[in-house]
């Protein structure tokens, strides 16, 4: 049962009828090995300034985990074999996957947090930290001193770690150290971790600046990605008895927070008063006209390219068979692909009657692995829906215009609800 909602913005929407890649290195929370918050690349395909790499070496394996995960859909787990040597972590690499540096510093003074689960007592004594300025700065999870909240009792259960990102942890955490980032987090030990068969899981790993963060939704010009003082969505009149058209503005939604609870999500949908006015509608003379909405996030501003080909704010409609029949899907027209459903169906408050409606319109959250990047697989139904990593996106929004009627006002609400569990 959802018992806060923190922030609701309501828009008016109406109709009337007459590459390039941005850090995100200075965030108030980096996503060091999180998929819920915006953090580093971890695509090998995307060869962009901010990529990091998962390394071991030694006696340390490690290996993906699907199994209960703490945060979003995976978490990585370490098994220690301490009769040697052995370590590893997530690091900065370059265009040739080699390990380098980042500028850090504006986390001097946070914090390094993350979520651990262990196997074993043992466990205590694994050196875990960061690697800056060259140093390898370790601690055994067993230091209180250095780490809240561990406790080496509490067995195959989840538990939030924190260490203070500053001289007083340590010396050789400074801010001109921290300019020379390369391991966001490490594991390092030698054969005093007399134990082996240690099985150490971490996820959820991110770096926090002092403060409380914030959520922000800020509605944005297509044209030109302009910030705009308005509360109005509107739709170009050109698009009178088109197809599918997006609107001439679309809404940056930023979650850049550390909650103390974790489990929160994004929602979107429209609250028309009826679960079939799934958009903009009018009525006349008795009569309802509706414009079905479509919605679609990405976390750079359309229209851009990559490894992956083009990618447009164009909307078509296609028609797929799966395991529950028939069903048609929304795909960017403008790229390459024809099966790719990156547009989702808008809904309306009075349809979100079911687990699967309701994940269907969350654009982003802690359980879900991010942002909600596609609506399903091709062909295996609406009910497989697909998410990415990251907290910050640009929503763009959709309308359905060919059977718009002329003299009519459309309107709609459309709600942007961040909602903690």
Not at 42 to 48: A, K, P, S, V
Not at 169 to 180: C, F, G, L, P, Y
Request: charged share 15%.
């Amino acid at each position: 049962m959802y018992i806060k909602k923190v922030l609701v913005l309501s828009l008016f929407l109406c109709l009337a009828i007459s590459a390039a890649y941005a850090s995100n290195i200075g965030r108030h929370v980096y996503g060091a090995y999180a998929e819920s918050i915006s953090g580093p690349n971890f695509d090998d395909n995307l060869h962009i300034d901010e990529s990091v790499r998962m390394f071991a070496w030694g006696t340390l394996k490690t290996s993906s985990r699907t199994v209960s995960p703490a945060e979003g859909l995976i978490y990585t787990r370490c098994s220690v074999n301490g009769s040697t040597w052995g370590g590893g972590g997530v690091t900065f690499v370059n265009s040739s996957n080699e390990a380098t540096t980042r500028n850090m510093s504006a986390y001097y003074g946070g914090k390094l947090k993350f979520l651990v689960k262990i196997n074993s007592a043992n466990c205590k004594n694994i050196p875990v930290g960061i690697k800056v300025g060259g140093n390898e700065v370790c601690f055994p999870l067993s230091n209180s001193t250095v780490f809240s909240g561990f406790d080496s009792t509490k067995l195959n259960q989840w538990q939030e770690v924190s260490m203070n990102l500053n001289s007083t942890t340590d010396s050789r955490i400074t801010s001109a150290n921290m300019a020379e980032t390369s391991y966001l987090f490490l594991i390092t030990y030698g054969n005093d971790v007399v134990s082996s068969g240690l099985l150490l899981d971490f996820d959820y790993v991110r770096w926090i600046k002092s403060g409380s963060g914030s959520f922000n939704v800020t509605v944005k010009k297509v044209s030109d990605s302009s910030t705009v003082s308005t509360s109005n969505i509107t739709w170009a009149s050109s698009t009178f008895q088109t197809d599918w058209k997006v609107a001439e503005q679309y809404l940056e939604i930023n979650y850049d927070k550390d909650s103390s609870t974790n489990n929160w999500n994004v929602k979107l949908f429209v609250n028309n008063g009826s679960k079939d006015r799934n958009g903009l509608y009018a009525i006349k003379s008795g009569r309802e006209y509706v414009l079905p909405m479509c919605w679609r996030a990405t976390t750079e501003a359309l229209p851009y390219s990559d490894y992956y080909g083009y990618h447009s704010y164009q909307i078509a409609e296609g028609e797929a068979t799966g395991s529950q029949g028939k069903y048609k899907y929304l795909y960017d027209s403008g790229s390459s692909s024809t099966t790719n459903p990156v547009w989702l169906y808008m809904q309306d408050l009075g349809s979100l009657e079911t687990d699967e409606k309701k994940d269907y319109s969350t654009v982003m959250g802690y359980k879900t692995g991010g942002y909600h990047v596609r609506s399903g697989v091709y062909g295996g139904g609406p009910g497989n829906n697909g998410y990415e990593s990251g907290s910050k996106v640009c929503l763009y929004l959709g309308a359905n215009c060919k059977n718009a009627a002329g003299g009519l006002k459309y309107q709609g609400n459309i709600l942007v609800v961040l909602e903690y569990e």
